[in-house]
């Protein structure tokens, strides 16, 4: 018989059983918590960095204005993007946003406005809130304009580039433009006028303006029927006036008229300066007497291509009820006087006793 005592096994590190299990650590929730508070936090940053950026400007530096319409009955959402595509604002979405935060939404108004490129969202917003303006403004064609001077009026009072070259570019279902050729421009179509206009008028609605007052005119004096009897269209018609308008010096246009439609019918060159002298500056070339154009009337018969400025209503009425006579030359003196003549011989000796200095002038 084993008399041993019987040995028990001992627990290790005094664990009954015998073997000390590892504790899982425990991951504080606070700390899960504040991770994903961060998160959101940053996230909401983010949020907030574009979305105010999407409401600063387009174009900080681009203080031109643009007329631009808000048709009436176009939802905020609508006006949002219709905004966004004219290149005004940077994002439909943002200014939807900040209309529904300021509670504006609702308070827009229907109009023609004058944005700008240079206008934040908020500014945009506080404009449709405000509504059109209805402060006027003033615009003055002058007899004898060209184009080029109509359009640096235009840009004066604060139109876009953008948008007056495409209003002049631009062709106008009007009767005024009965047989002027489709590819001609504005040149002699810009009434001399004034008129005043509420902010917010476009420069199509400007232009149509006087294009109304012109043919009114032209309606008035019975134009079209007197250039018939000339044996002149309207455009032709326009044409001569345009040139007596940059010719004459005050009351002479009538006799200046008959002289020109004598020419004409003759077969005779116009012989009008005034007309080289146009199409070299429009093609930014020096003035020579010389220069190979259509429009040069001392090298070409006949009249030129087109209109060469703005005649004023008395050149547009000479021509349709010239002054009797045969004359055939006229100059303008030193002394501002116009002196005619009938013959090569006269109009020579006109030029030796009364224009000395003038007639040295191309």
């Known amino acids: 018989m084993d008399n041993r005592p019987t040995l028990q096994p001992k627990p290790i590190e005094d664990h009954i059983g015998g073997i000390t299990p590892s504790m899982k650590k425990k991951f504080p929730v606070w700390r899960i918590l504040a991770g994903i508070a961060g998160l959101i936090i940053v996230a909401v940053v983010s949020v907030l960095v574009m979305y105010t950026q999407a409401l ?13 319409e808000i048709v009436s009955g176009m939802m905020p ?4 993007r219709h905004l966004e595509e004219k290149d005004i604002i940077r994002s439909h979405t943002a200014f939807d946003i900040y209309t529904r935060l300021t509670g504006v939404r609702n ?37 004898g304009a060209t184009l080029a001077d109509s359009r640096k009026v235009l840009l004066k009072i ?41 902010k917010g008028t476009s420069v199509k609605e400007v232009l149509q303006r006087f ?12 134009l079209v029927a007197k ?23 005050g009351d002479d246009k009538e006799q200046i008229a008959q002289i020109f439609l ?20 429009k093609e930014g070339r020096p003035r020579d007497v010389n220069y190979d154009s259509p429009y040069n009337t001392r090298r070409y018969p006949g009249l030129p291509p087109g209109p060469i400025a703005s005649p004023g209503v008395g050149a547009l009425t000479a021509v349709g009820s010239p002054a009797k006579g045969d004359y055939i030359y006229f100059l303008s003196g030193d ?28």
């Open 56 to 68: 600063r400007p387009v174009d900080a530096s681009d203080e031109a204005p643009r007329s631009i």
């Open 335 to 362: 002394d501002d006087r116009t002196y005619y003549a009938r013959t090569l011989a006269e109009h020579e000796a006109n030029i030796r006793n009364h224009c000395e200095k003038k007639c040295q002038i191309i």
């Open 107 to 143: 308070k827009l108004q229907a109009g023609t406005y004058q944005f700008a490129r240079h206008m934040s969202t908020q500014e945009v917003v506080q404009l449709l809130v405000s509504g059109p303006a209805n402060e006027e403004f003033e615009v003055t064609f002058l007899p």
């Open 158 to 198: 604060g139109f876009s580039e953008t948008e007056i070259d495409e209003a002049l570019s631009m062709s106008y279902d009007h009767p005024l433009f009965a047989g002027k050729p489709s590819t001609a421009d504005l040149e002699g179509y810009i009434f001399g006028e004034t008129h005043r206009f509420t």
């Open 211 to 222: 294009f109304d007052d012109y043919y009114e005119v032209i309606q008035r004096e019975d």
């Open 227 to 249: 250039y018939k009897a000339q044996g002149l269209s309207l455009y032709e018609g326009i044409t001569l006036a345009s040139i007596i308008q940059r010719e004459s010096g």
């Open 77 to 80: 959402s609508e006006i949002a």
């Open 262 to 281: 004598l020419r004409l019918k003759t077969g005779m060159e116009l012989g009008s300066d005034v007309t080289y002298q146009y199409i070299a500056d």
